[in-house]
């Protein structure tokens, strides 16, 4: 009957000690390191070098094009307006302030909508700003078909 010290004791991993299979096992370089070639290459390794450069090559054509699609919607615009506040004088009537900037001698045509405290529209109105001057700031009245509690600037266009 064979005894504990009759065979050959087991390789344990990582001590260099070859496998009667499988030929010399690779060690560690170094203890508690992971064997060499396992896990790719190390970090900073230019394996991943081509892939950082496509992907910030990517992400300035990215950028590059968000601030031309900016620049080209601006640019477009000839005509900007703003709601700088309003005033709901009575149940049928609510006064909106505007400034409009515009190029001088161009028409531009603002189209305003009030709303009910439920949300309906209770009011619209396209207000006409002639060919005078750059920038105007005006007070309008928006005629409504119940009590309004907002007024809202839909849009500002070049007018023919």
Known sequence: MPTAGDQPAAPRQGDGAASPASGPAPGPSRPGAAPAGRYGSPAGGSGDRGLKIVGGVLGVLFLAFIAWSGISYIGKQDVTGELTGFT????????????????????AVCTVRSQAEDGLEVG?????????????????????????????????????
């Open 88 to 107: 709901v004088v009575s149940d049928t009537e609510v006064e909106v302030t505007l400034q409009v900037r515009k190029a001088e001698g161009t028409p």
């Open 124 to 160: 619209r109105v396209d207000f006409r700003f002639e060919a005078e001057g750059a920038t105007l700031h005006r007070a309008h009245t928006l005629r409504t078909t119940e009590r309004a509690t907002s007024a809202e600037l839909l849009s500002c266009t070049a007018g023919d």
